[in-house]
């Protein structure tokens, strides 16, 4: 038997995408996303002095905070814009996304849950409580989340790649493959459905596909280090 070999993870970086796992290596590098959060969180505070009862302005600022690493100053004007409008479901979601970057699960569900029951049709909401379940090592409750987005969104490619993760997570490699490549399918240019799936045709001891995987990863992000290092152990 030929020894499995031994794989680095990528760390997310949510829009949705969570540490440790490939879920959200993501297209925007981290120096990239400061950039942006740093142009944004400068135009969100013009738009917040024009008009502080603006709770858009502090939702897209928080957004912005979150892509800088700042999660405190995220969750401090995602709960600015709650209070200024209880039934924004951008707002729960946000705040929800920066309690899973801060590694509290629990605080994240609270906050989905919320975004469910005031829109059960809002796909991201489940993606998002799909990921606390899945760091919490609840894959099927996880698998239940990413189902009930698919079926409200079947074109959305993050949710068929976060559902591999889950899959993996059972050991059901063949099911992961298939989510990665629906996900291919969907968007051709999601780096993190081929570096997932080359990790699962290495868990499969598909070594040829999964060099072929973690070749095209490095095609579309060429800056990916964990998927040099990934290629290089395969």
Request: with cysteine; glycine share 8%; net charge neutral.
């Amino acid at each position: 038997m030929v020894p499995r070999r031994h794989h680095h993870l990528a760390s997310d970086t949510i829009p949705l995408t969570s540490s440790g796992e490939y879920e959200n290596i993501g297209r925007i590098s981290t120096s990239e996303s400061s950039v942006i959060g740093q142009r944004l969180t400068q135009a969100m505070a013009s738009s917040i002095r024009l008009d502080p009862q603006d709770s858009v302005a502090y939702v897209k600022r928080g957004a912005a905070w979150t892509c800088k690493g700042e999660y405190d100053k995220a969750i401090a004007d995602f709960n600015e814009a709650r209070r200024l409008d209880r039934q924004d479901v951008k707002s729960y979601c946000n705040r929800g996304r920066a309690w899973v970057m801060k590694g509290e699960f629990d605080k994240g569900i609270t906050d989905f849950n919320e975004a469910i029951r005031l829109d059960p049709q809002y796909a991201d909401a489940y993606i998002g409580r799909g990921i606390c379940w899945y760091k919490k090592v609840e894959y099927d409750k996880a698998i239940a989340d990413y189902n009930k987005a698919i079926r409200l969104d079947p074109h959305e490619a993050k949710a068929f790649c976060n559902r591999s993760l889950a899959w993996a997570g059972k050991s059901e490699y063949g099911k992961a493959i298939a989510d990665c490549t629906e996900a291919i399918r969907l968007d051709p240019q999601f780096v993190d459905a081929y570096f997932g799936r080359g990790i699962n045709w290495n868990s499969k001891g598909e070594y040829d596909k999964a060099m072929d995987d973690f070749n095209e990863a490095l095609r579309i992000a060429p800056q990916s280090g964990i998927a040099y290092h990934n290629r290089g152990n395969t």
